[in-house]
């Protein structure tokens, strides 16, 4: 009889009785503990979501004043650098919004 090892409690347990995913190879029991709080780990994705909105927001604010100075001293288009302060707060926006 084929055995595994569970990849959270690390019991060996018959192969028939392991969830394969990506990140592992877990036990029923540990399977079943790891999906019942759904709230949770729906509240830590828009969380996670959130947070690397935030960043990206305040790195595409940052490049636009940055080419919008450099623009304007130069007298040059103005047309991306504000499409990239607009999308930048709107990343902020959403970003805090889901914090």
């Known amino acids: 009889m084929n055995t595994a090892t569970c990849s959270k409690c690390g019991t060996a347990v018959p192969a028939d009785q392991i969830e394969y995913t990506l ?7 540990c399977q079943q503990a790891e999906t019942v709080d ?5 509240r830590e994705l828009l969380r996670s979501t959130g947070r690397r909105q935030l960043i990206a927001g305040v790195i595409m604010l940052a490049f636009g004043v940055t080419i919008l100075s450099l623009g304007l001293s130069g007298g040059s288009l103005v047309i991306v650098p504000t499409g990239m302060l607009i999308g930048g707060l709107y990343e902020v926006g959403s970003g805090i919004s889901k914090l």
């Not at 990140?23 to 029991?29: E, L, Q, Y």
């Not at 759904?38 to 729906?42: A, F, I, K, T």
């Open 23 to 29: 990140v592992g190879a877990f036990c029923r029991p």
């Open 38 to 42: 759904v709230d949770r780990l729906e």
